[in-house]
């Protein structure tokens, strides 16, 4: 297939989804997000710390809305975002005087490393750039954005998600876990 | 149809049936119509080519063969042709080897000097002549009018194999036979047809 033919697309795109499938997204993605920006606005609001960054927004999208996908599966949850938050502040402890640079081999290579540690798991790209461009706060973290607010994050939410995902009668979470 | 082309004919899968089945499955399928179309296909290949060399002569052969012997007197050929309804029988030798085979082609074949000998062929020569035409087959033995040397195969010989075999040389039946040349089966179109189905 020649160069731009390919661009022409061709396929059918998929079908939607139905109401129950709509409303249950919803209701998963409410009660995951709930608690772990309640930690971050309410509960521990007077420390350095910070408890939730963007790319849990992402996350939720796949285990709450894309719940068979091999992306939203637990491996892919923990593993992307753990892999990719570690390689985020390597990136930026390296090359923090280039914040260009450090921005694209963060992204580049939690793409990369997620692939070959079979935990592709979109958000974790948002994680380790965040790494790179978020707020002196994270900066100051260290290694420690691995643990706070990463590793806290997905792990409640991914409790939610086990929770949530298999009250629905035509859901089942998760496929794999490892 | 080739056995070869299987794949394409049974293929009556379409998009609209992706759609379909991908609508009544609950839930979000994180893929598009053609990447299923795409597994689809290479399964459909591998599981082809499993189940076409899953099974061998040996699942599908018929194994109490009606045989004759090289000296049986063609009386007797037909007598145990007739009396078994079969329209073919391997020729052995005394000690099981297959030396040919003998078919209703062959006593065609004979009864008239045509190429494409048929069985109209033979009528119509009925027709026009007097007197049988199979009137010196009592004086004939089975090596005189078998088809030697005839194809065989050995018991591991897949499926897929036979079917090219009976259609590539347009044989009804084909002895099988074990590393010792004798004789163990024999497997007619027939027996493919009923492991097809």
Redesign the interface.
Known sequence: MSFFSKMKGGGQSPPAVGFSEIAWSWVGAFLGITPVAFLNYNLFSGDDLVYIIGSFGASAVLIYGAVRSPLAQPRNLVGGHIVSAIIGVIAYKLFCPFPWFASAVAVATAIAVMHVTKTLHPPGGATALIAVIGSEKIHDLGFLYVVIPVSTGVIIMLVVALIVNNIAASRKYPEFWL | MKFSSLNECTLPIS?EDI?QA??QI?????????DFMEVYLVAFDHAMSRLKTAITADQIMKTNVITVGENASLIEVVKKMADNNISGLPVVRNDQTVTGIISEKDFLKRMNDDHAPSFMRVVLQCLETTGCIAADFKKLVATDIMSSPCITILPQTPLIEIAGLMDQKAINRVPVIDDKLKLVGIIARSDIVQTMC
Do not use: F, Q, W
Request: charged share 25%.
């Open positions: 998009d759609i991908m609508k609950p839930g979000y399928l994180d893929i598009t119509p053609s």
